[in-house]
T-cell receptor, first 116, second 111 residues
Framework: GAVVSQHPSRVICKSGTSVKIECRSL??????MFWYRQFPKQSLMLMAT?????????EQGVEKDKFLINHASLTLSTLTVTSAHPEDSSFYIC????????????FGPGTRLTVL | GESVGLHLPTLSVQEGDNSIINCAYS??????FIWYKQESGKGPQFIID?????DKRQGQRVTVLLNKTVKHLSLQIAATQPGDSAVYFC??????????FGTGTRLQVFP
């Protein structure tokens, strides 16, 4: 149980284009999902908290107009990187918050974004 | 700012030996800690967790120790196997459902 999927797993795009990444909880409902960014050989940095039916909460320094988050259902959150630039190239990982006695987050497999 | 950090960036162990990965945290209000394993190109995988009202918790081949006095967390892996090779992150929950991740330790297992 507690499987989280991401699509696509890899994406290459041209500078200036927008890319949408999907995060799905496959066997449970998640009222809260989180989006992280991870640069090579670095730790995960929280970008934003995605709440179903409401606006996302962004961490300090993360541009909400550049990283659009939509959490339209209890099983799907999307992250859209708008007007992508090479410095946005990174590994984007989502997680879903499940309350099961402990406040555990289960992570998706990640999406490798490369902006040319 | 407050952060979670690790002492050792890389740990090399021989197959069959026990591994100990350490983590220091600075937020005294944290009440929940998790260890994650991340293999190359994959998302973090939950290993084991512990609440602040405990000082030890055991799983299959893994044990997490929590020392709140010195704000120290450790992950012990018994009989380390090649499949344990990965980067290990500790994370703390600061009471808002958010997780703060440590810098990570790469575990290398050699025959």
């Amino acid at each position: 149980g507690a499987v989280v999927s991401q699509h696509p797993s890899r994406v290459i795009c041209k500078s200036g284009t927008s890319v949408k990444i999907e995060c799905r909880s496959l066997d449970f409902q998640a009222t809260t999902m989180f989006w992280y960014r991870q640069f090579p050989k670095q730790s995960l940095m929280l970008m934003a908290t995605s709440n179903e039916g409401s606006k996302a909460t962004y961490e300090q320094g993360v541009e909400k107009d550049k990283f659009l988050i939509n959490h339209a259902s209890l099983t799907l959150s999307t992250l859209t990187v708008t007007s992508a630039h090479p410095e946005d190239s990174s590994f984007y990982i989502c997680s879903a918050h499940i309350l099961a006695g402990v406040d555990t987050q289960y992570f998706g497999p990640g999406t490798r974004l490369t902006v040319l | 700012g407050e952060s979670v950090g690790l002492h050792l960036p890389t740990l090399s162990v021989q197959e069959g030996d026990n591994s100990i990965i350490n983590c220091a945290y600075s937020n005294s209000a944290s009440d929940y800690f998790i260890w994650y394993k991340q293999e190359s190109g994959k998302g973090p995988q939950f290993i084991i967790d512990i609440r602040s009202n405990m000082d030890k918790r055991q799983g299959q081949r893994v044990t997490v120790l929590l020392n709140k006095t010195v704000k120290h967390l450790s992950l012990q892996i018994a009989a380390t196997q090649p499949g344990d090779s990965a980067v290990y992150f500790c994370a703390e929950n600061i009471g808002t459902d958010k997780l703060i991740f440590g810098t990570g330790t790469r575990l290398q297992v050699f025959p």
